[in-house]
């Protein structure tokens, strides 16, 4: 059983900053890729950003100025940093994993998605 679990989340005003965490646990070989995605009320569920084991980053054009991604992979997580916040950033940010198990017939990948963390930019 692998888990992930978000936190950082919450109200800000448009303009302001908040940095989300996220956490895998459970048995776990390699966490591969980790991201982040978005919905917002009444859309579908976007990329937000994404980041390899060894750090390289893909975002979505809209956010590449705005936000940062980044991990530790000593401590199985992954962070992003949000500046400039809008109105139009309110949504349920979820984290997501790629990760790897030992099994008796050799690796095994799963995708793994945390709760969900809920962010309102709003004056």
């Known amino acids: 059983q692998v888990q992930l679990v978000e936190s950082g989340g919450g109200l800000v005003q448009p303009g302001g900053s908040l940095r989300l965490s996220c956490a895998a646990s459970g048995i776990i070989f390699r966490i591969n890729v980790m991201g982040w995605y978005r919905q917002a009320p009444g859309k579908g569920r976007e990329l937000v950003a994404t980041i390899t084991r060894d750090g390289s980053t893909r975002y979505a054009d809209s956010e590449k100025d705005r936000f940062t991604i980044s991990r530790d992979n000593a401590k199985k997580s992954v962070y992003l940093q949000m500046n400039s916040l809008r109105p139009e950033d309110t949504a349920v940010y979820y984290c997501?994993?790629?990760?790897?198990?030992?099994?008796?017939?050799?690796?095994?990948?799963?995708?793994?998605w945390g709760q969900g963390t809920l962010v309102t930019v709003s004056s």
């Open positions: 997501n994993a790629d990760v790897s198990q030992v099994t008796t017939s050799g690796l095994w990948n799963l995708e793994v």
